[in-house]
């Protein structure tokens, strides 16, 4: 079952993002969050720490899991989806710090990295609610396309698209990390509900393609098609192509 909301422009869907989040975190105080990095969500986590300082939601409880970090970067790199997470809301509202949880980017051993990740999440019985941001290629976290969907929590080397889109964070494109870890398809899949949201002309044909086009891991995003239950928060700019 997929539901898409058209907001007007790109402050009406952080706000009605914000309204998913905290209707979550009001109907289940310990439910676990699964944050995503990058520029969409940031107006949804200020609007909800706008809401958290006037005491409509009480993160005191929640957990979260991040869907990925680069590897490579510390923790007090400000490049490193760790600090923009702090940055942009933990730091920011009531959540325990010792209940946000992400991959470590400098593991010495990926392989172990990435099993231990995905027992951590099923030790906390499954993501309630998946927050997801959408590549111009369809990738969702860092997965890619390619010939299949990669399952559990995963090492993956970047896409020349997926460096360019991001080396404007960092000082050159020489600086930007060639590798992340990012949650698999399976474990994104197994999440109870999912939130999509999406931003922008530029996003347009690829939304289209993800929500209407053949279900392929060519098209990361097109599997929630799969899903259960799967919100779709998108401005007028990225609908643009479907009606």
Known sequence: MMVIYEAKDYKDLSRKAANIVSAQVIMKPNCVLGLATGSSPEGMYAQLVDWYNKGDVDFSRVKSVNLDEYRGLSRENEQSYYYFMHKHLFDKVNIDANNTYLPNGLAEDPDEECRRYDALIESLNGVDLQL??????????????????????HCVDLQPSTIEAN??????????????????????????????????????????????????????????????????????????AIK
């Open 132 to 153: 997801l941001g959408m590549g111009h290629n369809g990738h969702i976290g860092f997965n890619e396309p390619g010939d299949c969907f990669d399952k559990g929590t």
């Open 167 to 240: 080396k404007r964070f960092f000082a050159s494109e020489d600086d930007v990390p060639r590798q992340a870890y990012t949650m698999g398809i399976g474990t994104i899949m197994k999440a109870k509900k999912i939130l999509v949201i999406v931003s922008g002309a530029d996003k347009a044909e690829i939304l289209k393609k993800a929500l209407y086009g053949p279900i392929t891991p060519q098209v990361p995003a097109s599997v929630l098609q799969m899903h259960s239950d799967v919100i779709v928060i998108a401005d007028e700019a990225a609908l643009s």
